[in-house]
């Protein structure tokens, strides 16, 4: 209730005049009552249902583009008041994790907690560690760890308004979570702590010193010593919401986190604005700010801007969504390291002790480590588990060696930059005296596959292992014969193995992994059982008849073309062809498909998308439907101009592995919208030789 309270009363502010209504959606099959399906397909965000707690109770979405690799990063991406998480899609961080690879999450706030759906920024039981909304958007980031490879170094916030406010709680509550934010047009953390106080933060500002503004944080998490996440400001210079003296407010808060001084070490124009550059003493940006000269209240983007390498514009311009002629999003992204234009790995070497020594007691462990960029941090490693961590030169910890066992300890260090590159140094050895005798064995259980599975192709081995003074080694064994020694994942105590399952029998086979601590006591854990299915591809269609090879299918709106992918005699192709004047058409071809283990979908097609004017688009999508429409490939043409494939194009191996074994529906899709003109805007897409199966049995064709 206290969340209804500020929300009503800002309904002027941060709310009505703030942001607007979502913009709508394109209507699917032209009906108007399929509209919201197609909006959660363009979009392409899935709701996660069950994350944690969620004592804030919030609603989690997710943007998980196909193909993705491991260790990933993430961004969580939070929307302003009024606004949905599909709506703040339309910033572009959905489009552009498709082209770079991360994951996206999108908080969203509920009107049970807030009348004007805004974040509550301002509420002490929302703000603070491990309460309220920001306890849940922590638990939304776990959630995502617990089911995807992230990358735990490389995890960012970003949001709009109440929603920049609440990157600045983010940032400052969770900075061992968050390695950078983004703020757009947001207020300082702390800087309200009631109704009274948020309005006074919104407009003209709260001045504070620098020390106060950095005792705020710091107090946010007293007990913490690590490294707090690099800032991105973004603020218009017209603004009458949010005034923008709190970009100045937000610099002077986080450059005196970071223990730097508030002269900007860059101060360029970068298309067209002021963009300021705060640096470290190694020259590190850490915090950043871009002043949108005459920008009113919102998050900039430029839908006319092509994310480098792709043909997908920078957002949709709609409320509060402003088309400024920068695309903050992929600068943001840049910032971040996302960009993957940083391929240079850090040097790192350990300096102390030194190899082959015999140590006892306190032992001081160093290391020097370098990058083109920046080192981001350093990691210490005792036995392959972590045991310290160092934020900034110069790198070391202390190792009380007297809990270690007597005997021989391996010592590692690894170094990261912004952009996620690693290296480890070289291993040193070490040996304890004065240590404890160790008689305990490992604990270790076998979590992947899962007892009962079918599997094909390359499937991940994984298994958690933990042991009181470090596991040394994790080997996976398959029906009883060891297969190879697992890698330490990036989430603690996890092991991981790729397991070729073409060298083996259909049938069933045991799975084990053996856990073992640096003085040979070892564990085994419980067997799993699992079928391997040396199957080829479970469904395949080339429209090789006078209809479809499969029943199952609808092509009411599509139509059997002679083209052929194949070149064979008789066989055909579908073709699903869409126009529009002054209004959006689109046309579905579907299929029904059950699902095997690690599923992937390749298939061949043409297109040629055609727009009659610069309000224009036109699409193409393959979408698979589990009761939740979601997009799996796409091409989108927006403008004026056109996209064409005038040879057959084959899309491979793409990933449904998150549709493992369920009954879907396929579909590919065509859409076009023209509401300006006259002239006809068109999408058409020949689809041919479709094949689904599991991981490995798609054979290029």
């Not at 302003?80 to 991360?102: E, H, I, P, R, V």
């Not at 709009?160 to 983004?182: E, I, K, N, R």
């Amino acid at each position: 209730m206290h969340g209804q309270r500020f929300g009503r009363l800002c309904c002027g502010l941060l709310a009505l005049t703030v942001l607007g209504c979502d913009p709508l959606g394109m209507p699917v099959e032209g009906s108007s009552g399929e509209a919201p399906a197609f909006a959660e397909v363009q979009s392409g965000l899935t709701q996660v249902t069950s994350f944690g707690t969620n004592p804030g109770n919030l609603r989690m979405w997710t943007h998980v583009p196909a193909s993705m690799p491991a260790n990933a990063p993430l961004v969580v991406a939070m929307h302003g008041c009024t606004q949905t998480a599909a709506a703040y899609a339309n910033t572009g961080w959905s489009a552009l994790a498709g082209s770079l690879k991360f994951y996206v999450v999108y908080p969203e706030q509920v009107s049970g907690n807030n009348s004007t759906s805004c974040f509550n920024w301002f509420e002490p039981g929302d703000t603070a560690r491990g309460q309220g909304e920001a306890l849940s958007i922590k638990q939304m980031v776990d959630q995502m760890k617990a089911t995807y490879s992230i990358d735990p170094s490389r995890v960012f916030v970003t949001g709009l308004s109440a929603g920049g406010a609440m990157t600045h709680v983010m940032a400052a509550t969770y900075p061992d979570v968050f390695s950078g934010a983004a703020v757009m047009a947001g207020i300082p953390y702390g800087c309200a702590t009631s109704m009274t106080g948020g309005f006074s933060c919104m407009s003209p500002g709260v001045d504070k010193t620098p020390t106060a503004w950095r005792d705020l944080v710091r107090g946010a998490f007293p007990t913490y010593t690590g490294a707090y996440p690099r800032i991105s400001i973004w603020h218009g210079t017209s603004d009458f919401t949010v005034k923008n003296t709190n970009l100045t407010e937000g610099v002077e808060q986080w450059t005196a986190v970071h223990g730097i001084d508030l002269t900007e070490d860059v101060n360029e124009t970068v298309a067209g604005y002021p963009h300021k550059v705060y640096k470290d003493a190694a020259g590190r940006a850490l915090v950043e700010t871009y002043s949108l000269t005459g920008m009113g209240h919102g998050t900039p983007i430029d839908p006319a801007f092509n994310f480098p390498g792709t043909t997908v514009a920078c957002g949709t311009a709609g409320a509060y969504v402003l088309d400024t002629d920068i695309c903050s999003t992929w600068y943001v992204a840049k910032f971040f390291g996302l960009d993957n234009t940083d391929s240079v790995a850090p040097t790192v070497s350990l300096t102390a002790p030194g190899n082959g020594s015999t140590v006892s007691g306190a032992v001081q462990v160093t290391a020097t480590a370098a990058d083109n960029v920046g080192v981001s941090r350093v990691e210490f490693f005792i036995d392959n588990a972590l045991a310290g961590t160092d934020p900034a030169a110069p790198y070391a910890f202390t190792w009380n060696s007297a809990t270690a066992a007597n005997g021989i300890h391996a010592l590692v260090a690894r170094a990261y930059d912004a952009a996620g590159n690693t290296a480890t140094s070289s291993t040193v050895t070490v040996t304890v005296t004065g240590g404890t005798s160790d008689t305990t064995a490992p604990t270790v259980s076998f979590t992947a596959p899962t007892a009962g599975a079918t599997v094909s192709g390359a499937v991940t081995l994984a298994a958690n292992a933990t042991d009181d003074r470090g596991v040394t080694k994790v080997e996976f064994l398959v029906d009883g014969a060891v297969v190879g020694q697992g890698a330490a994942a990036a989430q603690a105590g996890r092991f991981e193995l790729s397991w070729d399952t073409t060298a083996y029998a259909t049938g069933t086979h045991t799975l084990q992994a053996r856990a073992y601590d640096a003085a040979g006591n070892s564990a085994v854990s419980a067997s799993v059982l699992v079928t391997v299915a040396r199957t080829s591809a479970s469904f395949t269609e080339g429209f090789s008849a006078n209809g479809p090879d499969n029943a199952g299918w609808s092509l009411t709106t599509w139509a059997l073309d002679a083209s052929d992918q194949t070149g064979s005699t008789g066989s055909k192709s579908i073709l699903g062809a869409a126009t529009a004047a002054f209004n959006t058409v689109t046309r579905t071809a579907s299929v029904s498909v059950a699902l095997t283990a690690n599923p992937r979908l390749t298939y061949w097609r043409k297109l040629d998308l055609s727009c009659a004017n610069t309000t224009a688009s036109a699409a193409f999508r393959v979408i698979v439907n589990d009761g939740v429409d979601t997009v799996v490939d796409s091409a989108v043409k927006s403008g004026l101009g056109t996209l064409t494939e005038a040879n057959w194009t084959q899309r491979a191996d793409l990933d449904l592995s998150a549709f493992a074994n369920k009954n879907v529906v396929i579909k590919f899709v065509v859409t076009v919208t023209d509401t300006s003109t006259s002239n006809l805007s068109r999408s058409k897409a020949w689809v041919d030789s479709i094949r689904v199966g599991p991981q490995g049995t798609l054979s290029p064709r």
